[in-house]
């Protein structure tokens, strides 16, 4: 009787147990976030990742009621920061700012990651569109036109040498999809990130980069650099002037589209209802007026998103770029 009546009282101490676990979980959502929430970024300060990021910061944590902090775990195209992000605990407070490229191109890209871009991530938010555009410098490519640069590169086949932000980035695969399509043959040069890159194209020491909007028109209004075509299938309107890739009217380039995003994830297993927190908060920053205009000044698009909806975008965007990565016959080890 006593061994029969302990088991019962174990049972009933496990049921109890599992009905209460739901409520502490929910109360737990209910309360979050008690302490700041952070942002692992994948990029240097001053890439154009930072730039968005820096300006997401401090409106988003006084929407959450905690600091939002920045770390910055870059390297490898952003893997460092992604595999660091999939393995921490999933309690909503470090998530990634992940791209287009960490989440798509380097699955394709790169032969063995220590995580899945889909399983092991929650798609939070996404936060904005970015248009990359074709930009040289005028000193050693005198050229004015996608055209005639399509025209001098190809009569020099691997002469020029292009920049990027690093293997298989966006700015990377971007420029590597208008090579093929367009037939080029130029020698590509990573660099660690943004700045890095720019710097080398306003040397001199590369002819061009296939870069943001957004950092590189500081530039161009200095006369520095000419801004050729954007990749996006429609004009930016910080650039209205600057034609698609697709209206120079080539062959191979008709819809071509190789346009960005940038937005957050969280490790696999986070709680459903934090995560919806966190997209309500974002979305309630990214239409406050004086941020939307900041962003869409440097050539940015506003996302909005459900988690649901952009979990659909991250699936299609990793078909996608795992088709331009096989076209363009690019792979890192």
């Not at 490898?76 to 999939?86: F, L």
Request: glycine letters at 8%.
């Amino acid at each position: 009787m006593k061994k029969s009546s302990f088991l019962s009282r174990a049972l009933l101490a496990g049921l109890a147990a599992l009905a209460v676990a739901p409520v502490a979980q929910a109360q737990a959502a209910a309360d979050w976030p008690q302490h700041p929430v952070t942002i692992v970024m994948t990029f240097p300060p001053g890439s154009g990742v930072d730039v968005v990021g820096r300006l997401l910061q401090e409106p988003l944590g006084k929407v959450l009621g905690q600091p939002v902090i920045i770390d910055y775990k870059v390297g490898a195209a952003g893997n460092i920061a992604s595999e660091y992000v999939a393995h921490a605990k999933p309690d909503g407070y470090t998530v990634l700012f992940g791209t287009a490229a960490t989440h798509g191109v380097n699955a394709a890209l790169y032969k063995k990651l220590p995580f899945d871009v889909e399983a092991d991530f929650v798609p939070v938010s996404p936060i904005n569109d970015v248009s990359n555009v074709l930009t040289v410098n005028p000193a050693v490519l005198d050229v004015k036109t996608l055209k005639e640069f399509a025209e001098l590169v190809r009569a020099n086949p691997g002469k020029y040498y292009f920049a990027s932000t690093g293997n298989g980035t966006g700015t990377h695969m971007a420029f590597a999809e208008m090579n093929a399509k367009l037939g080029l043959n130029m020698v590509h040069v990573p660099y660690k990130g943004g700045p890095e890159a720019i710097q080398s194209v306003l040397k001199g020491e590369t002819c061009c980069i296939m870069n943001q909007v957004q950092t590189v028109l500081p530039h161009a209004k200095a006369g520095k650099v000419r801004l050729l075509a954007v990749t996006t299938g429609k004009r930016v309107p910080a650039v209205a002037d600057v034609p698609t890739i697709a209206e120079s009217g080539l062959p191979g380039t008709k819809d071509f589209d190789s346009s960005t995003w940038f937005a957050l994830f969280a490790p696999k297993g986070t709680d459903p209802a934090v995560v919806a927190k966190l997209n309500a908060a974002v979305r309630q920053v990214l239409q406050e007026a004086e941020l939307k205009s900041r962003l869409e000044g440097m050539g940015n698009t506003i996302r909005l998103e459900t988690p649901e909806q952009f979990k659909a975008t991250v699936h299609q965007n990793r078909l996608k770029w795992a088709e331009v990565v096989k076209a363009a016959n690019v792979s890192i080890d």
